[in-house]
């Protein structure tokens, strides 16, 4: 079955594993700007890094029949650094009109501080400005509730957002509903240890059902699995789900939500 990956790093991936998602049918994959393993010092490390992001991956990823997009932004745990998050700000239209740049993302909360709150804000008032989707990362473990709310709280306060092109990710069962019931889009992340397990996935879309619901590996530096997506489409199979329900998850859901930018621009997979 063809899938897009919504949300994985290929920045911190090998080659091989870009034959390796080829193979089990990935076609496209979209690539949110993040930590990079540690705290850059200046705004030039974040330059260098969207031209990675615009120029480098998709030419890697092309070279294994898969369309790379990518998103940009400072992340959320270097937005503790007002300063250094406000010249990256500055820098980013630069690259907003690149041929695979859907938004702004995977901007968000890490630790729930005030400082993370006002540069949130301030990428929230960019996307709206040059009318660009986003991509919303929501924190960890104890801190995914709190931060959740936080979120939605400050996503409210601007009315000219449209929900409808805003992607909450991360999201397990104590914050699916409120993302879902608010307008947004939902993203739900694979990971081998924190955040969901393809099973605890499916029953989250056997729960809320699959409407505005993605899921994605974000497969990074740490423990991630880039075939994680796979993973569900096996566990949906298992649990006897229709094959039409689990494209609708993997391929139909990504291809509506990516297919309001202007720059997502993704061949028929039976026709390439």
Not at 6 to 28: F, K, N, Q, W
Not at 207 to 220: H, I, Y
Request: overall charge negative; some cysteine; proline content about 5%.
């Amino acid at each position: 079955m063809y899938y897009i990956d919504p949300h994985i790093h290929m920045v911190s991936r090998t080659t091989d594993d870009y034959e390796t998602l080829a193979r089990m049918g990935c076609v496209a994959i979209s690539e949110p700007a993040f930590w990079a393993g540690y705290d850059r010092g200046s705004a030039d490390g974040f330059r260098d890094y969207f031209v990675q992001l615009t120029e480098v991956e998709p030419l890697r990823a092309a070279a294994y029949g898969i369309d790379h997009f990518t998103w940009l932004c400072i992340n959320a745990k270097e937005a503790e650094n007002v300063q250094l998050s406000r010249d990256v700000l500055k820098m980013i239209p630069e690259f907003l009109d690149c041929p695979n740049v859907l938004g702004i993302g995977e901007i968000g909360l890490n630790k729930n501080t005030p400082n993370e709150s006002i540069i949130f804000q301030e990428h929230l008032e960019l996307a709206i400005k040059y009318d660009q989707q986003i991509l919303i990362h929501t924190p960890h473990l104890e801190d995914k509730y709190q931060g959740t709310r936080m979120i939605l709280d400050m996503l409210a306060d601007h009315s000219q957002l449209d929900r409808s092109r805003v992607l909450v990710d991360h999201v397990e069962e104590h914050t699916v509903r409120e993302v879902i019931d608010a307008g947004y889009w939902a993203g739900m992340t694979l990971y081998p240890v924190t955040k969901c397990t393809p099973a605890r996935a499916a029953d989250i879309i056997e729960t809320v059902g699959s409407e505005r619901l993605c899921v994605n590996s974000a497969g990074d530096w740490g423990p991630s699995k880039p075939t994680a997506v796979p993973d569900l489409i096996f566990e949906m199979r298992k649990r006897g789900h229709r094959e039409a329900k689990i494209k609708e998850v993997v391929f139909g859901n990504p291809r509506q939500f990516f297919s309001q930018s202007k720059n997502f621009k993704l061949a028929d997979p039976e026709n390439r």
